[in-house]
Each structure stands twice: as C-alpha cells, then as structure tokens.
C-alpha cells in the first residue's frame, strides 16, 4: 500500500491558535496511527465494504471519525458502512445515533435486537454480563455483514483495550493471547479488523470531547465495577503515573515475541536444541546484568523509558 495512508492533513483554523495547534497534532497523530495499522496489517484493500460497528461510545465514534477521513485520501477505493446494534436497553435514546449518522451523511444501518432482556433472564443479579452480550452481539453483527455484503467487519478496540486482554488471558486464562489487530471470526466466515490498534485511550477522549460525539453510556454493564478488565485498566493506568511509558513498551512488547525465551514446545523445538558455534543476540542472556536499550516500535519510533 502507499504511504498516502499516513501523510499528514491540513488544519481546519480556530480562533484560539494553541488550542488549534495542540488539536491539529492530535488529529495527526489519530490519522498516522490508524494508516501505520492499516499497512501493517493490511486491513483494507481495494473494493472493500467495510462495516463500522458503532456502538454509541467514544472508541467507536473515534473510529468511524478517523476512518471517513482517511478514506478521503487513500490510495484505494472503500466504502464505510456504519452499523448499530440496538440491543433494546430500558432508556437507550435510539433517536441519537441516526440523526447524527445522517448529518454526517455515511450510509448506516441499524439492527434492533432485544439481546438486553435476554441477558438479564440468563445471567444472575450481581453477575458480569459481558461474556453472553459479546456473544450475541457477535452473531448477530456476523449476520448482518453477510446480509450487507461485507469484507471487513471493523472494531473500536484500541492499544488499551488489547493490552488489558493481553494481562487478562496471562492473570486468569493462563495463556499469552492478547488481541489482535486483524483475525478471522470465530465462524470462519469474516475479517476482523481493529483500526485503532496503535491508538491510546487518552487520545480517544481527547478527540471525542473536541469533537463533540453525542455519547451513549451503556446502562447494561457500565455500572459493574468487579469487571475483571476494569481490575486490569485501574492496574496499567496506576503504572503509567508511577512509571511514564511503561504502557508504549508493553504494547511494543506484542510486536517482539521471542518463542525461543518462552515455555511453549508448540512454537520453539526445545527438544532438538543443538549447537550451532554460530553467535545469537538471542542466546542466553542469563548470567547479564539486566540492562534494557529503548524499544523500537515499527513506524513509531524509538519509545522513551522512565
């Protein structure tokens, strides 16, 4: 792909030049972020139609914001559908989401399904609900992309959000699984894609309050503060204060798996090690003192350390 996809954008001028300036940064920053993944990953290709999925949060407003204005300026053609799920929550405002997605003129659609009450038949009061919505939520969605044609159903996860899945797989799932930037679903039948891989929460809500999304909170699961992610988030946001950049380096991290320092027989033949008399970077490094050089991470540079 071009590197169309990460050239920078001209500033729209505001009165207050230091805020235009901080504003315009930011804007920059969200566009190089979200183009590096698309190339990296090579999320969206010619012809795509690619369904948006927009929940009604600040991620997902982010993402389709960041998306319209990329496509303006690709190298290929796309089209952007945006997709709601209505899952008939007691006071959801269904008015909210198509008026602005009509101002905003991009083609939507939105699904009504009363997933809420059935979520609330299955799961015992005090519970978390999040496994049985994401389940239902996922198959209807899957659903709706074959009716629309789909080829790439995106995502508003972003770095947070993958690297509180990497610590909730390793803490409570004993595995070394995160989230990926693009995948297959689990069906077999669609390409997963999460543009907003490379992007920091904070961004994300620093560009929703400059941008003035009509925010709809989620009334099904946002009140449940034993969620285990929400453990997880509280955890990397306190290391951040206490150790500015820790958060970069975890997420640079994902991209520089060493399977020959793991455990897992399944990815390095531990069994038929032989010498080589050849000198590895890689080789035992046990008996060093443990001085770490900056990370590098692909298309962001060199990331500071505290």
């Known amino acids: 792909m071009s590197a169309v996809w990460v050239e920078d954008e001209v500033a729209t001028p505001v009165k207050d030049q230091k805020i235009e300036r901080e504003t315009h940064k930011l804007e920059k920053r969200l566009c190089r972020q979200v183009g590096q993944a698309i190339m990296d990953f090579n999320m969206i290709e010619e012809g795509d139609r690619v ?5 009604g949060g600040k991620d997902s407003y982010g993402m389709l914001d960041i998306l319209l204005k990329m496509q303006q300026r690709a190298p290929i053609n796309f089209e952007l559908i945006a997709v709601n799920l209505d899952q008939k929550q007691p006071g959801f405002p269904d008015h909210i989401l198509p ?11 939105i699904e009504t399904q009363d997933t809420y009450s059935i979520v609330k038949k299955v799961i015992p009061e005090g519970k978390t609900m999040c496994s049985l919505c994401s389940r239902l939520r996922r198959g209807i969605l899957y659903r709706v992309a074959d009716e629309l044609k789909i080829t790439k159903i995106a995502l508003g996860h972003h770095r947070d959000d993958m690297l509180q899945t990497f610590f909730l797989n390793m803490f409570f799932g004993g595995k070394l699984k995160g989230m990926p930037p693009k995948l297959v679903s689990d069906d077999g039948g669609h390409i997963v894609i999460r543009p907003l891989a490379n992007v920091a929460e904070k961004d994300l809500t620093r560009w929703a309050a400059h ?12 009140s449940q503060e034993n969620l285990q992610r929400k453990q997880i988030g509280n955890m990397l946001r306190e290391w951040e204060k206490q150790y500015p950049g820790r958060t970069e380096t975890m997420f640079t991290a994902l991209q520089n798996v060493v399977p020959s320092h793991l455990m897992d027989t399944k990815r390095h033949d531990f069994k038929n090690i032989k010498t080589t008399g050849v000198p590895d970077d890689d080789g035992d490094k046990g008996f060093d003192a443990e001085e770490f050089a900056p990370p590098t991470l692909p298309g962001l540079g060199t990331l500071k350390l505290a």
């Open 211 to 222: 941008r003035e999304f009509p925010i709809i909170p989620c009334t099904l699961c946002g």
């Open 51 to 55: 369904m948006v999925c927009v929940s």
């Open 99 to 109: 008026e602005y997605l009509e101002k905003l003129g991009v083609p939507f659609h």
